[in-house]
């Protein structure tokens, strides 16, 4: 037997892609600002709000389930980025050591916070445009 081919009017129609796909996330903006090699993230400033907050790098770093090694890489990344320290710490002993932002410290993340808020404010509209070009998954 020879293929015969069958005009498209009779092939099913593929199913609605759409409609199989799972719905869009809710739209997530995050905002990272590079200086050259330095940047400074929402990652970052939740290091230095947790620190702020527990007093203690190694605790904001479980808090952020990552190693104390990782927390205090970047937390001397941003020390060294900055014209003065961002975290002040003491080593540990009898006493406990502990941490806590600098003045300048809370200016980065003071001023990294209200450039976020200007982000989020962002109009609904814009978001939504930019959701319905998304291709289905």
Request: glycine residues 10%; contains cysteine.
């Amino acid at each position: 037997g020879r293929h015969r081919e069958t005009p498209l009017a009779n092939c099913p129609r593929p199913p609605d892609l759409r409609a199989m796909t799972k719905p869009t996330p809710p739209a997530r903006l995050r905002l990272r600002v590079h200086f050259g090699p330095t940047m400074l993230g929402p990652g970052k400033a939740d290091l230095l709000d947790l620190i702020d907050k527990t007093g203690s790098i190694s605790a904001a770093g479980r808090a952020m389930k990552m190693s104390y090694k990782r927390a205090w890489t970047l937390v001397d990344e941003m020390n060294n980025a900055y014209t003065a320290p961002l975290v002040i710490s003491a080593r540990g002993g009898p006493e406990g050591g502990g941490a806590h932002l600098s003045e300048t410290g809370h200016k980065v993340l003071g001023i990294y916070r209200a450039m976020m808020a200007q982000v989020e404010a962002t109009p609904e509209p814009d978001i939504r445009a930019l959701s319905d070009l998304l291709a289905p998954k």
